[in-house]
């Protein structure tokens, strides 16, 4: 029986005990925030491997140096990801498609802003390079709007301790469909489309995050969908990789990654996902 940590006790947890437990892999919980830890003694249990790092690196990092086990995905995999900026430079680079994109370092002067937002037809998306689940990302259709928006990301960046001071600058695609596209180990696995209720598009609102009360279905991806992802997950180098995927009638972008992807209900996946995961962790074990 392998032993594996994991490092949050959410769905992801809960959905993944049984089914690997079936394919000789025991879950455990390894509780990294939240909490005191002493630096000399540890508190957790011993494990062969982990289940991707923890998404709070301060702690993670403690956890990391104690557990001492390969990750599925490592701290660079989770750095990467949550780096929108780097993700999208990346993958651009790599001809994979992108939309059209700038990215602002806090401070810039208005002549800055100004062109950043003169390169875009508006209106345009405005978020944060580093935040999750749709956190501070908001629409503007004017300059003067614009330039308010960044003013108000100004007063936040202007506290030292901000570790991130940019933010993106992107097109919008207002009809675009959301879809979420799983990638284990270089293979498409699975994915959802994420949709908001027609009641809640009806009031205006637009960010499909499931967090934020867009609902998701599972979907059957056409083929060069599948290849999109797999190519994203390929160019970043991530083992284990949620892709975000923008369609319209004419174009299909990756519009973000998540290298900590929550693992949705088993019927949204291809049939053999679970023996993909075990044989992606046992295969993370051995290194």
């Known amino acids: 029986m392998l032993d594996l940590a994991v490092a949050t006790r959410a769905e992801t947890f809960e959905r993944m005990r049984d089914p690997l437990a079936a394919r000789d892999i025991a879950v455990g919980h390894v509780e990294t925030s939240e909490r005191a830890v002493s630096l000399t003694e540890s508190p957790f249990d011993g494990y062969d491997v982990g289940f991707v790092y923890p998404s709070r690196i301060m702690e993670g990092a403690v956890a990391d140096a104690m557990l001492d086990v390969p990750w ?31 990215m602002v370092s806090n401070p810039a002067d208005e002549a800055a802003l ?11 998306v405005v978020k944060p390079n580093s935040t999750t689940r749709g956190v501070g990302v908001t629409t503007v259709h004017d300059l003067d709007s614009f330039l308010g928006v960044a003013d108000y990301l100004d007063l936040v960046h202007d506290y030292r301790a901000t570790g991130d001071r940019s933010f993106l600058v992107q097109e919008y695609l207002p009809d ?3 879809y979420r596209a799983m990638v284990v180990d270089g293979e498409f696995v699975g994915a959802v489309e994420r949709r ?20 998701a279905n599972g979907v059957d991806l056409p083929d060069a969908l599948r290849t999109l992802a797999e190519r994203t997950a390929a160019v970043l180098d991530i083992p284990y990789l949620g892709v975000d995927l923008l369609v319209t009638e004419d174009r299909a972008v990756v519009n973000e990654t998540n290298a ?14 679970w023996d993909d995961l075990a044989g992606l962790i046992r295969r993370t074990a051995e290194r």
């Open 196 to 215: 908001l209720p027609a009641d809640a598009r009806e009031r205006g609102r637009w960010k499909h995050n499931v967090h934020r009360g867009a609902e």
């Open 260 to 273: 900590r992807p929550t693992i949705d209900s088993a019927t949204k996946y291809e049939d053999g996902f």
């Open 72 to 102: 599925v995905n490592d701290r660079e995999a989770i750095l990467r990801s949550r780096n929108k900026a780097d993700v999208l430079t990346r993958l651009g680079r790599a001809d994979v498609p992108v939309p059209d994109s700038v």
């Open 114 to 124: 100004a062109a950043a937002f003169e390169r875009l037809d508006p209106p345009v």
């Open 176 to 178: 675009a469909r959301d």
